[in-house]
């Protein structure tokens, strides 16, 4: 069972492409804040849309693995984007470019020292994913070869930073060459981009209130390179810091 909101039935190009936001189980606390987003952002370029509340495999996977098959509910579209729904898109945001259509579109993860798998040149994050009709097999490709054997501290040295559908799905892009990298503005993870990249470290960030206060305030500074960083995204990834109803008041 899926609930489906479809936003515009016109035949022009950009009616081609639905945004689908995959939110399994008792999710509303995300979704009530986030899909609304979606479907305001996906009705100014006349995309259609659909929230997936169920599950759609059918075996023992990881709930993740629905992202990779959400295409089949909604067949026949040129291009599909399929969301994590705690991935706040601005509604006043651009239409997502067109690439090759050969390949899948995904924005890099803050988190690239992870992944020692040698045919993995750069590590995507799956919480945004674009791929169009040509391309779905390679999602299908992913989900059917399921949980990915190594990880990134097994000392097998072929393991990629993520887990479920974003280890799996960066196996095989790499694997054929077939990645397309989008501008990391539509999946921004600026919580651990922050500590990852221009902080102390998840550590820190795990074990300091005062830490993380300091970075929830600067969001508020004139100056604050995290809130020119928030502001200039398009879709806030919110890993590590899910209070969706205070970015929805601050992230506009």
């Known amino acids: ?21 995959v939110s399994i189980g008792n999710r509303v606390h995300l979704s009530n804040f986030t899909y609304p987003r979606l479907a305001a952002w996906a009705a100014s370029h006349g995309y259609s849309c659909m929230l997936v509340k169920k599950k759609i495999i059918t075996d023992d996977r990881a709930p993740h693995f629905n992202k990779l098959i959400a295409h089949r509910l909604a067949p026949g579209f040129k291009r599909y984007i399929i969301i994590d729904d705690d991935l706040m898109l601005k509604a006043g945001s651009p239409p997502l470019p067109d690439f090759d259509e050969s390949k899948v579109g995904l924005c890099e993860d803050p988190v690239q020292s992870n992944t020692p798998a040698p ?74 981009d922050y500590y990852t990249n221009r902080g102390k470290g998840w550590y820190k960030w795990t074990q300091s209130r005062f830490y993380r206060l300091g970075f929830y305030i600067s969001l508020f500074l004139p100056f604050s390179k995290n809130k020119k960083l928030l502001k200039q995204s398009y879709g806030l990834h919110m890993t590590m810091g899910l209070y969706p109803k205070f970015f929805s008041l601050i992230f506009k």
């Open 1 to 21: 069972m899926v609930e489906t909101t479809t936003i515009n039935n016109t035949t022009t190009a950009s009616a081609e492409t639905i945004v689908m936001m």
């Open 119 to 192: 045919h993995v040149k750069w590590t995507a994050n799956t919480g945004f994913i674009a791929a169009y009709h040509h391309s779905l097999h390679l999602l299908e490709q992913a989900y059917q070869n399921g949980e990915y054997p190594y990880n990134c501290w097994d000392d097998s040295g072929k393991g990629i930073w993520g887990p479920h559908d974003q280890a799996a799905l960066n196996n095989i892009l790499f694997q054929k060459n077939l990645v397309h990298q989008l501008d990391s503005r539509w999946n921004y993870q600026l919580v651990v």
